[in-house]
């Protein structure tokens, strides 16, 4: 049995963390801190905990968290590179979930984020926890740094195609689709019901922070600086997320093949299928799974890909569970349905 | 040719009533007034404007309202009591679409508005602006206040079975959905999208300000004092309202005689449709119409009334427009679709 | 370990059944029955199961199901009954889902079905699954009817404030708002996304077939004939009841009082949470709770509840696993989160 | 004053076509014509028209049609294409907006649409009725073919790029998302609300009959043979489409440049408005406006395009109204709001 502390307890990534670990058999929660609602219940905030998880919200204070085995910052970004250093003393590992330590340059952060980075020496010490990715290096990690949603959802989706040459990495289109809870809880009139019900629009074009992130992840893969377009879409739903992902091919291939290559690459992966046809948000709801589907267009030779999770679980709070199981030599599906 | 001003126009009734009237021909929009964003044009906020409607908002400015035909004061409750009296003094005649004088009791309006009125005065002279009761004085009125969308949804399902003394308006329980439009343009968590979706949830259980606003009506049209109970639901659509009524019925009647008799009652209202069946909020939708549906429960000698009703168009700018017409002697379906 | 059979299994009904007894330690799903896709692995009608769990569907073969233990038809009413004799034969004790068997009167059965019933044999046989009412009967039942989605909702709210007096029965209106799903899987226009969505309707207005289903109950409780008025209504949502119960207080009480005595009531039940203010459906989502919510209304003298479930789970297999936990002496909460 | 035929009057093109019609000065809807629903009046099945629509629907009788000047078909593909040859000599001109006569090859047609085509001389005489290229072609033609709702997205957005040369026909790359009402009244389980709520995906992905009408256009106003990908998707909304396009810009230009040409390119077009930021969907629901936004992303050297309009107005019933205005020489605006 290890302790966890949760850091930002009361966002969507807090309360997602809190769901999923409360049924882990080999996790006690001891700390869940959320500075603005300290000395409040958890089911204050979220009731659908009543008499299932007890928990208080404390503030924070890095004397409570001591000697905890593993801390989850899931803090907004800006907010986490202030504290890991301390919570890296503090706590015997550290999971971020917050996009600060997922770049490996100051200058890209700065770039994307608007903001400089306060830790930039911390940022050869993460290990970007992508389980399908770096596995093994996160099993022996001090120190992880959860990827974001949409890069989870596209890079699980490119990843066979590039190590294995399939498509030329210069032409690859990202067009995603997002629920609304990827914005945390918020309150703007942009994300009110009324304003995203029977809409649907672009946001951040062309200047997404999760484009360099999806980058570097895909110049490593392929052996190549890449610049790709990645377009993220706010449709009116509350957790999920969509990707298409187009790709000129490098060579002919059939559709079968492709098929083939991806189920073998993924074999041994507990949460990454390969199916049939497309895949639908609403099959990986509530759930750890990334849903990969394929198709080559042999009009234009170009490949066509589609992958879905739910950017609460996979792409967050779920990935994040993944990885501690990973770290702390649990089974990796633990608690995770 | 007339000139209209709207106080409080970058909010949602504000922007529906500039919809409305710049379709009139008999109505010029001479001011647009939101102090908040003043030197913007509407369609900074409301890009479904652009290309359709010029108009720069404005300041609030007594002098530059000055003569003008009729203010519509689209601002919140509380907010319209401090610029009524000197509005009058300005405009020709004054639309109120705020709660601040719909009630003529000042102790009313403390309790459950929360406030003290500061303009008790007023509140006698503020004609109620239902037309289907209240066409004759609203036509000669210099002040009327706008009613709520539930009260207006709620009345004109009741008026003709409490006129002819059908039901025992003691026994009368309202239940009512609402989309989230009726909240306003917000910025709140328990408003977007992510709390709403997937959820529905009374609110204002037993204090909703709009039960005294029914029941003064219900007293007036019955004779007695009465007491209601209205619970209001928010649902996720952004518009439109849904009630249901039951009271127990004086004596019996079929559901033949009734429909009959709403028929009758409603034979020259442009914007009541008595239904056959039960209305749906789908088919008011974008309109002035209140469709209601009525059913005659034999087993608990019952009346069950359905009303439907867009809150932004009969519920609020729709039905504000209607008295414009009235009070100017224009055809009183003008603009309104 | 028992072994359990889900006639039905393609319908939402069964497939949550198959999603819940997935993981149920001791339980192994024999048959999964669906007679129009036998052949096919579930995962190709419901994708989201892909790996997570492999049954392949099967005819109806009265021969296969011998000796299961347990038989769970989620059939549509109208077919159970004309199944359950064998049935009653065939497996050691059957849980049916279907409406079927929740009246004791083939009189009531034939005018608020439309059809009669061809068991009436068996209409006095079967427990009512309501753990919260009946679950000494339960826990010996070879044959037990599970409670429709509102009656379950409706009365759970009601059945503390009947057993001890505290309304009038004859004074009970029933109002409530379920999602699509409770419909089943169905194609009818009437059901599809874009007649539903923004949309709001009550529907089998006073003819609902709960109804009798709940007035039996609550005579029962309150030992008087009972007639109420129960309004089902139809909102934008997958999953979910809210329901808003009005009725007169008997005497005097404040909400502190019923407060308590319904915490009294209900502190031993699992899935029973009595809330502090008004209870969502968001809060419920997935789970097996009934969340319950009260307000005395001293204005009218009314007692006011409010009462959410997720129609899937305590609505349907979720109470019908719990059923079967009782009637087989394994922890209630078994599988149930 | 002309006459106006509606064949298939009860699909959701056809009902909005006698939305549009019922106030358009200089039209009378002559014929509604709805073969299963033949002798209702429209509001039995379109209860939102009830007193505003005076309407009966009738069997399909080419005697009946005789004389009308201007028949429009709102069919599905496939049950035009056997009318048109009739109704071209029944009335005075035909619009037809189906998918039938948009291609100009019957060997296309049978690739695309899975039939052959049975009326394949008619496929030359038909003008492609987007009124932003071919107003000229269109106002002196006796058969016009409605463009489908995705190609007028897509080529609206495409056609100032192509026709200026700013980019690589080549490497055009369409993602769409698209409200269910694209779909016709429909009832399958694969659009019931159930199952498309909280959900997303991609259809037809390679296949969709659409896009050899959107290559022949670009091909036409590029002058060289294109193969495109189009990925169209399904959201929870009810109506609209939001298209994202990519594409290699052919030499270095500038966001203002471009914005610049698009705003010339289109200054006298009544129904495009060139955005400054990224368009939405809900700014162009019930009208017949397409608004087009655009962005340079210089790290990879493409042009980004977003292109939103209201699928059943400017996507179908409303441009074949902006057709019959062109055609009969009305202001083109007209009823169209």
Chains 1, 2, 3, 4 share one sequence.
Not at 45 to 58: F, G, I, N, T
Not at 162 to 175: A, E, G, K, Q, Y
């Amino acid at each position: 049995m290890i302790s966890a502390a949760i850091v930002g307890a009361s966002g969507y990534s807090g309360i997602e963390l809190i769901r999923i670990l409360s049924t882990h058999p080999d996790v006690q929660i001891r700390n869940a801190v959320a500075g603005k609602s300290a000395g409040e219940p958890v089911e204050s905030l979220y009731p659908d905990l009543a008499e299932r998880v007890h928990l208080v919200l404390e503030p924070l204070d890095q004397e409570r968290l001591k000697g905890v085995d593993v801390a989850f910052l899931a803090l907004p970004s800006g907010e986490s590179m202030t504290m890991a250093p301390d919570m890296l003393k503090t706590a015997g590992r550290v999971i971020d979930l917050s996009g600060d330590f997922r770049l490996k340059s100051a200058d890209l952060y700065q770039e994307f984020y608007g903001r400089p980075h306060t830790a930039p020496d911390l940022l050869g010490e993460a290990v970007y926890g992508l389980p399908e990715l770096n596995r093994e290096l996160i099993s022996s990690a001090g120190f992880v740094s959860n990827p974001g949603c949409y890069p989870t959802s596209a890079l699980l989706a490119l990843l066979p195609a590039l190590s294995h040459r399939v498509v030329d990495p210069r032409t690859i289109v990202i067009n995603s689709l997002s629920g609304t809870s990827g914005a945390g809880r918020s309150s703007s009139v942009a994300l009110s019901f009324t304003e995203v019900n029977e809409n649907a629009r672009a946001y951040r074009v062309g200047t997404h922070q999760h484009t360099p992130e999806m980058e570097s992840v895909v110049a490593a893969a392929s052996g190549q600086e890449v610049r790709l377009t990645f377009t993220p879409h706010l449709i009116p739903i509350s957790r999920g997320i969509f990707s298409t992902i187009t790709a000129q091919l490098a060579e002919t291939a059939s559709r079968e093949e492709l098929l083939e290559l991806y189920r073998t690459h993924y074999s041994r992966e507990p949460y990454v299928r390969v199916v049939e046809g497309v895949p639908e948000i609403r099959n990986v709801r509530q759930t750890n799974f990334c849903d990969i589907g394929l198709t080559v267009e042999e009009r234009t030779g170009r490949l066509l890909l589609f992958s879905t999770l739910d950017n609460m679980v996979k792409g967050a709070a779920g990935q994040a569970v993944q990885n501690m199981n990973i770290m702390f030599g649990f089974p990796e599906e633990r608690s995770l349905g």
